[in-house]
């Protein structure tokens, strides 16, 4: 079992930048890919971005490409969402997810999730 924790949410203007963290602890030699999805209210769940644990390739939604990138710190088992050229659309809570791959993540087939962070972004 893995258990995920974020961290970096808050508040921004549009135009900002925030960078979202994810750590995991427990049984980490299983994770095959991990990324963020985001649900914003009264909308489902939608993938934004992914990242092979072993290979380091990555996966963007059409919607966040070249504003969003994520990177990973592999001694310190941590994912990061950095998210630039924010518009209030990217206003939703932003979950750290795991995945048996990429293409897991992105159809929303998850082996473990985080609790959520806030992302708010006023005009």
């Known amino acids: 079992q893995v258990q995920l924790v974020e961290s970096g949410g808050g508040s921004v203007q549009a135009g900002g930048s925030l960078r979202l963290s994810c750590t995991a602890s427990?049984?980490?030699?299983?994770?095959?890919?991990m990324g963020w999805l985001r649900q914003a209210p009264g909308k489902e769940r939608a993938f934004v971005a992914a990242l092979s644990w072993t290979r380091g390739t990555t996966y963007y939604s059409d919607s966040v490409k070249g504003r969003f990138t994520i990177s990973r710190d592999s001694a310190n088992n941590t994912v990061y969402l950095q998210m630039d050229s924010l518009v209030p659309d990217d206003t939703a809570i932003y979950y750290c997810?795991?995945?048996?791959?990429?293409?897991?993540?992105?159809?929303?087939?998850?082996?473990?999730w985080g609790q959520g962070t806030q992302v708010t972004v006023s005009s």
């Open positions: 997810a795991t995945g048996r791959g990429i293409p897991r993540i992105v159809a929303g087939d998850l082996t473990s």
């Open positions: 427990g049984t980490i030699f299983n994770i095959y890919a």
